[in-house]
């Protein structure tokens, strides 16, 4: 038997096995690193590897002994990067290069989760309010991330990610990232809670060498060029002041972002106790142009004076990400690492064109994670146990409160004055507990299994709608009860009055505890030395995923047992009426996942894989949240009769006393006239899943990676609303088939159901160089991956409506058939390439950049069948237009290249300086959306784009210092 050893020689951290007794050796649950892996047997010369090792994958290294009378001093061979080519996995590694070397806007590491396939990020912009990513045809939702093995899940509210909901930061420290990986698909029974992509990250440790690093990136808005429409508001302002003698109304808004880092490590103890920290700032000052367009012809608004309210006015962004890690070598068997994370974000949003600044929300974000982590390692034992504590809070809130809100509904806007409606205060705290141990003792096997224990607390103050909101319009239809101003029979309000009021008072506040339990198997097992079988198998389970001890409210119970056979949508009382003790736990999520490799000749230079497997995900908490809230704090909606009628019906008469800051008056009002929602969530709601399968060849070309792959998924169980009291008729239109509700006391029965459905089929063709440096100083690494995929959905018109009541599958969701998504996510071609380069002979720049190129999505003319008739709607009416790229690979919807450039100069002490200049979207492509796509009898801007999709050119300039 051999005894192998893999050494970091940055830490003096060793791992030592020995060989199986067919030479074969494992050495699991090394973090990534350069490792000096050495081989030693009596009788054979030692020798020595340099063999860098990635996350999550898996380095095959082969030694061939030679004979040796004596032990010799070992023979030593440097090697570079290896590739990875057993997986059965879908995936891409994101390496330090990268991350360091590639251009992107905002340090957020998500941004370059689209080099994986089908992996799509959302772009940072000027003006972006999120950041999240998605794969193959599900949404952001399915998604999670995981650092250092601990989940970052959301279970309150969308966005996949603690604190990316309707957020524009990042998730965690990029400086504090040692690498990470990119799993598109076919990810191991240890990752649990998605049912798409996942990213898994490893921190950064210090090590013998104390070292560090500062970094400052920065923009401004004349280092931002304008868009289409922004030079056509200039042309028009410029046009017009040359016209009169004046000067120009036309105004760049003011914009400004600086980027921090901050980030160190080193011994506290040589080869024993390591500390590493960093912090991360994002500091963004932007202007939101108010443009209030107030109709002529109205006295009432020229007395409320609305173009008072504009102007251009600042939206600061301000994030602060901080990290710290201790790593402690206890012996040659165990180690322990304590780590700590604090992310806290405030950003100024939800003003802009016809929204007063006084509409402005404060979305407030705070995300805390502390970990401590010990491993134990010993022969072919390995143990890895975990506890860690996070807390997750989002909590948005009016920025200027206490003034009713105002909303004059006119034929080109909709202006609104006034404070913002809602303020929430959303918490998860978790304390989770895991332990995983693998074994590598019995023959070709690999075994590993864990458990995990999670316990979670929800503590919720959802205050929706507080602020009384007050609606205006010239004209009302009286059918609808809104703006219009074609019906024969409208009432002419004039903006005199309000046509009516919104408010929502009552209890705000949940709190519910949580329970998730996960166990997983899994073994890789190598039959042959070609073969490699990944099985596996993974169950979940939660205690509370939808509050199982709600009570259904008895004046519900009482109206639905009365009125069910009556509704055009008969349910199933059973399933939709609550006692608390009636809903149970979901047990069945037992999840196998399956995968293969299998190398087509000795040297691996030919792999074919594949794999299959079940992934069960999680509904969201804010479901439950609304199915309490919508009754003990009710919305109400109060219809004002016209000023020039004496009121009827359910019509109230309008006074200037309801508009005030005290609600009191409101709030008696609102209960006497108005009538609550009452949400409906099925006892045996199903949890969302997916299955997913793959199929791919991979071929070593020289010092590049092919490979081409076919990808499946099917999203099923997916959460949608649907409308008790209205229906299809039996042409399947909407909404004649109504039933009368409101006469019993409620506005609307929402309930729930798992009528959303996902299909995505994809084909993609990988080629990759992973960055090596030469001996004489150049070094180059490239990938370029494109993709055809089919996306389609059913339940819900768009990804978007499955977490909305409206539209949600309005008015039920099993009647929306399959079909292409509308929301523009159904991308035929895409085209996502990377590539770093150094040029010693270019005065030592390093020249890198992103490339990516899109077809777009075929857009559908009108509205859904069920709105408008067949008759007015064309599935697929048009592709957006498409455009050159250099003259070269067709023509496309969506094009951009960011690119980089950095100079080293000379170190002088130990020091280094460098300097980057980073060029986003160099050729200026105008790269349109918000198509227009009404039907009409001319529509004669049919297909005309109303706004771009990405910022024009922009240039960051930034230092680095290294110590």
């Known amino acids: 038997d051999a005894e192998v050893q893999a050494r970091n020689p940055a830490t003096g951290l060793q791992r030592v096995t020995t060989s199986r007794t067919d030479g074969s050796y494992i050495l699991?649950?090394?973090?990534?690193?350069?490792?000096?892996?050495?081989?030693?047997?009596?009788?054979?010369?030692?020798?020595?590897?340099?063999?860098?090792?990635?996350?999550?994958?898996?380095?095959?290294?082969?030694?061939?002994?030679?004979?040796?009378?004596?032990?010799?001093?070992?023979?030593?061979?440097?090697?570079?990067?290896?590739?990875?080519?057993?997986?059965?996995?879908?995936?891409?590694?994101?390496t330090p290069q990268q991350m360091q070397a590639l251009p992107t806007p905002s340090r957020n590491f998500l941004d370059l989760a689209g080099l994986a396939p089908g992996v799509v990020a959302t772009e940072d912009r000027v003006e972006g309010t999120s950041r999240t990513f998605r794969s193959g045809g599900l949404g952001a939702n399915s998604s999670n991330v995981f650092v250092d093995g601990s989940s970052l899940k959301n279970d309150l509210t969308t966005g996949g990610v603690s604190g990316q909901d309707n957020s524009r930061g990042n998730p965690f420290p990029r400086s504090a990232i040692q690498e990470y990986r990119v799993i598109s698909q076919n990810f191991k029974a240890e990752y649990q809670k998605a049912s798409g992509a996942i990213i898994s990250a490893t921190t950064r440790s210090g090590t013998n060498q104390w070292t560090g690093n500062a970094l400052v990136g920065y923009q401004n808005k004349g280092l931002l060029a304008l868009d289409t429409f922004s030079l056509k508001d200039k042309h028009k302002a410029d046009s017009i002041a040359l016209a009169n003698g004046t000067p120009s109304t036309f105004k760049v808004p003011d914009y400004s972002r600086v980027l921090t880092s901050l980030s160190a490590g080193g011994p506290l103890m040589r080869d024993r106790l390591f500390f590493f920290g960093s912090y991360e700032g994002n500091y963004q000052i932007r202007a939101s142009r108010v443009a209030i367009l107030a109709p002529a012809g109205y006295p009432a608004l020229d007395t409320a004076n609305l173009t008072q309210y504009n102007g251009n006015f600042t939206s600061p962004f301000r994030e602060n990400l901080l990290f710290g890690k201790l790593n402690y070598a206890i012996d040659q068997h165990s180690s322990a690492e304590f780590s700590f994370n604090n992310r806290h974000e405030t950003d100024i949003k939800g003003f802009g064109q016809g929204a007063a600044y006084s509409q402005a929300n404060n979305f407030r974000q705070d995300v805390t994670i502390g970990q401590f982590r010990y491993n134990r390692f010993g022969g072919s034992w390995l143990n890895e146990a975990k506890i860690d504590f996070s807390r997750f809070r989002r909590d948005p809130s009016p920025n200027t409160p206490g003034t009713p809100q105002r909303l004059f509904h006119t034929k080109t806007q909709d202006i609104r004055i006034g404070s913002d409606l809602s303020t929430q205060d959303f918490i998860q705290k978790r304390i989770g507990l895991r332990d995983d141990i693998t074994y590598s003792g019995y023959e070709q096997h690999t075994f590993k299994g864990g458990l995990s224990l999670d316990f979670v607390k929800y503590d919720i103050r959802k205050l929706n709608d507080a602020n009384p909101l007050f609606e205006y319009a010239d004209f009302v239809d009286p059918g609808c009860w809104c703006r219009q101003d074609s019906t024969p029979a409208r009432l002419r309000f004039a903006f005199r009055s309000p046509f009516q009021l919104n408010y929502a008072s009552g209890a705000g506040i949940v709190s519910v505890p949580n329970t998730q339990v996960g166990a997983y198997l899994q073994d890789d097992w190598s039959p042959t030395s070609k073969l490699t079988l990944n099985l596996g198998v993974r169950w979940d389970f939660e205690s509370n995923m939808i509050n199982s001890s709600y009570v259904t409210p008895q004046n519900v119970v009482d109206t639905l047992r009365r009125y069910n056979d009556s509704m055009p949508t008969v349910l199933d009382l059973s399933r939709y009426i609550s006692t608390g003790n009636n809903r149970s736990p979901f047990y069945g999520a037992i999840q196998p996942r399956l995968g293969f490799s299998y190398a087509l000749d000795k040297d691996n230079v030919t792999t074919v894989f594949g794999g299959w497997g079940i992934y069960y995900d999680r509904s969201l908490f804010d479901f439950s949240v609304d199915e309490i809230q919508k009754l003990a704090r009710p919305k109400y909606i109060v219809q004002f009769a016209d000023p020039d009628s004496a009121p009827s019906g359910n019509k109230v008469a309008w006074s200037d006393s309801y508009l005030t800051s005290d609600t009191t008056a409101i709030s008696s009002l609102a209960r006497s006239s108005g009538q609550p929602e009452a949400f409906l969530l099925d006892n045996k709601m199903k949890v969302p899943k997916s299955t997913n399968w793959s199929l791919g060849v991979r071929r070593v070309l020289g010092s590049m990676v092919a490979s081409l792959t076919y990808q499946g998924q099917r999203g099923t169980n997916l959460f949608t609303y649907n409308w008790q009291n209205i229906g299809l008729d039996t042409a399947g239109r909407c909404c004649s088939n109504q039933f009368n509700i409101g006469a019993h006391g409620f506005r609307n029965f929402i309930y729930s159901s798992n009528d959303g459905k996902t299909w995505y089929d994809a084909v993609s063709l990988q080629l990759d160089r992973p960055y090596r440096r030469l001996e004489n100083g150049i070094g180059w690494g490239a990938g370029v991956v494109y993709t055809y995929a089919q996306r389609s959905l059913a339940g819900v018109d768009a990804l978007g409506d499955l977490t909305n009541s409206f539209p949600g599958g309005f008015p039920i969701a099993r009647g929306i058939p399959k079909h292409p998504a509308t929301d523009g996510t159904d991308e035929r071609h895409r085209i996502v390439g990377n590539w770093v380069m150094d040029l010693p002979y270019l005065f030592g720049i390093q020249f890198s950049g992103l490339l990516t190129l899109g077809s777009g999505a075929r857009m559908d003319i009108g509205g859904p069948p069920r709105f408008s008739g067949p008759a007015s709607y064309i599935r697929g009416g048009f592709d957006p237009p498409k455009y050159s790229f250099l003259g070269i690979l067709g023509k496309w919807a969506y094009r951009r290249v960011d690119l980089r450039f950095r100079k080293d100069f000379p170190q002088i002490g130990g020091t280094s300086l460098g300097a980057t200049l980073d060029v986003f979207n160099v050729f200026n492509y105008q790269n349109f959306g918000c198509y227009d796509t009404g039907f009409g009898t001319p529509n004669l801007n049919l297909g005309k784009a109303n706004c771009v999709v990405s910022d024009p050119r922009h240039v960051q300039i930034g230092a680095e210092y290294n110590f």
Request: a negative charge.
């Open 28 to 94: 699991p649950g090394l973090a990534p690193a350069t490792y000096e892996l050495s081989v030693r047997h009596i009788g054979s010369t030692p020798q020595q590897r340099q063999v860098v090792v990635q996350i999550g994958a898996t380095q095959v290294v082969d030694f061939n002994l030679q004979a040796g009378a004596v032990e010799l001093q070992a023979v030593s061979v440097t090697a570079a990067p290896a590739v990875e080519l057993r997986t059965s996995e879908v995936a891409v590694n994101i």
